[in-house]
């Protein structure tokens, strides 16, 4: 294991969007084997300390790796186009309308029908998108279009979370 791996090369995966997630999942746990810190009390604390270090950088590594959206961005700065959502929130005008939409959709919702025709609405945007980046990563490997896409992504599964909040809140 080398520390300047990304978390591609630290898992031995192709730096491609699309993960088999019990590949993903069975490195993880060989991964952790290997640096567990127990295996390294023979050879004192400094040894342990440092496979501390290697359990922390692999569960990082998981974490990124198993979640698309994370993936994706991470694909994305890897290849010099960094997401940047905190201070780059532009987005092509059919989005911004698609947005606003579901915004007052959600405002006008009046019961946990229509909230469940928004999820839905949600889950089949989030299908689309996750296509999208995935035919703009692993084929044309275009980058910056796929950031934009990262970017809608993003704001689909906020949205979905306020959904799901408000169909918690007239469950309970």
């Not at 591609?8 to 993903?24: N, P, T």
């Amino acid at each position: 294991m080398n520390l300047q791996s990304d978390d591609f090369e630290l898992f031995g995966l192709e730096r491609r969007f699309k993960q088999d997630s019990a590949v993903l999942d069975a490195r993880w746990k060989d991964l952790q084997r290997q640096a567990h810190p127990d295996k390294f009390t023979v050879q004192g604390a400094a040894a342990q300390r440092v496979a501390m270090q290697w359990s922390v950088r692999i569960n990082e590594a998981y974490q990124r790796l198993k979640n698309p959206l994370k993936r994706a961005a991470y694909l994305c700065e890897l290849h010099g186009a960094p997401v940047n959502a905190e201070n780059n929130t532009a987005m092509p005008a059919s989005f911004l309308i698609q947005q606003m939409q579901w915004r007052e959709e959600l405002d006008e919702a009046q019961g946990a029908e229509d909230l469940a025709q928004i999820s839905q609405q949600c889950r089949q945007a989030e299908r689309e998108t996750l296509l999208k980046i995935e035919q703009l990563l692993n084929q044309s490997h275009d980058y910056a279009a796929a950031v934009a896409q990262v970017r809608a992504l993003m704001f689909i599964e906020r949205f979905a979370s306020d959904v799901n909040d408000r169909l918690d809140r007239i469950e309970t």
